[in-house]
């Protein structure tokens, strides 16, 4: 164990109320900070007070977006334990996306025993309310004052953590999505399965296109032929196709979502058949055509899952399952949420209890 020095802020803030949380908008009292120079790897890990970091305006971050990031929660279970989901895995996807972007590696180790130290010294800002946590965001950015493009000789290792609410507080109400035909999220070769920043850079013109035109999310086909489905918004996505659920397989420009893994898992624990394979946004439309297209929905970590009501495509819209969550959307996300609060058995042993 290495040893992290801790500060503890002398003014701690006023927490917010819970129907004020949302999602992003607040930050707990302290953060967690670990450096890298060239030569030296990691060091001087330590929490201090949340505040602003000063930076020179060459770091390279600012030009060339050298950077990655991980998304997580926090959850209080009924019996007041702190719980984290699968965190192990968060720390091995950082430094997968960290080795396609040239920042070395993070000591997984150190991130994972940093962010329990922090949740516990911040744990009475974890919400208790139904369905609410802790949203847990590392990050890493390049630090090195220079305008020259190679990789950073420096880097800071990052942990922030923010209250949110209950992503469904008005219950589960499936969303509208336009197949986006213009515009590509990630292309075979590039980023795409890494979790850096630019990815979401290049896909806000589509989503702010989207959503002008009345639909909650971008549904991503493939950067090269423009036919095979990727992504929905910043999340996986599963199709039921005649009683198989069916999710795009990793082909190096889909994220490998976490949460999508666990899903998998759940349904083979289940016995409801499930593949991983290309699928095309042709055999979509054709389910939807002779009525053997029953579900779809999205999945991440902030909200688990997200059933999709209606696919637009060119001039047509195809309303998916009457527009309501299907069955087998509700039993994924009773049985995940049900792991990730204590609330049911948990045979996978995904619960890490802080
Ligand atoms: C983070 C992310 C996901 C979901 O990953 P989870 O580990 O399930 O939260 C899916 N797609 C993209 C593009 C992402 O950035």
Redesign the pocket.
């Known amino acids: 164990m290495t040893t992290i020095q801790i500060e503890q802020t002398t003014q701690p803030k006023q927490k917010p109320a819970v129907e004020q949380l949302g999602f992003g908008k607040h930050f707990t009292d302290h953060m967690c900070i670990v450096d890298y120079t060239e030569g030296q790897g990691w060091h001087d890990a330590r929490i201090i007070p949340y505040q602003p970091l000063t930076l020179d305006p060459s770091a390279m971050v600012f030009h060339y977006g050298q950077t990655v990031f991980e998304?997580m929660k926090a959850y209080k279970t009924a019996a007041g334990d702190i719980t984290l989901f699968r965190p192990e895995r968060n720390f091995a996807r950082l430094n997968a996306s960290n080795a396609r972007l040239c920042i070395p590696a993070m000591d997984e180790a150190l991130a994972l025993q940093a962010l329990k130290e922090l949740v516990k010294l911040d744990e009475s800002w974890i919400p208790t309310a139904e369905n609410t946590s802790l949203y847990i965001r590392p990050f890493i950015i390049a630090t090195e004052p220079y305008l020259g493009v190679s990789p950073s000789k420096n880097y800071q290792f990052i942990i922030i953590m923010s209250p949110v609410g209950s992503y469904y507080a008005e219950g589960i109400n499936p969303v509208k999505i336009l197949v986006e035909k213009q515009y590509v999220?990630a292309v075979a070769g590039g980023t795409g399965e890494a979790?850096t920043g630019g990815?979401y850079a290049s896909s806000l013109k589509a989503q702010e296109l989207a959503s002008q035109q009345g639909y909650a999310q971008t549904l991503w086909l493939d950067g090269r032929e423009n036919e095979y489905i990727e992504?929905v918004g910043?999340?996986?996505i599963f199709f039921k196709i005649n009683g198989t659920v069916i999710t795009p397989a990793l082909n190096g420009s889909i994220?490998p979502?976490?949460?999508?893994d666990s899903m998998i898992q759940v349904l083979q624990h289940k016995g409801i058949p499930v593949e991983e394979r290309r699928i095309s946004i042709t055999e979509i439309i054709e389910a939807h055509q002779n009525g053997t297209l029953e579900e779809s929905f999205g999945?991440?970590?902030?909200a688990v899952i997200s059933p999709i009501g209606e696919l637009k495509f060119g001039d047509h819209q195809y309303v998916i399952n009457n527009g309501q969550i299907g069955e087998v959307s509700q039993l994924l996300y009773d049985t995940l949420t049900g792991i990730q609060y204590g609330k049911i058995d948990d045979p996978f042993g995904w619960r890490v209890i802080v």
């Open positions: 998304g999220r979790k990815n992504e910043s999340m996986n994220l979502g976490i949460t999508r999945t991440g970590t902030a």
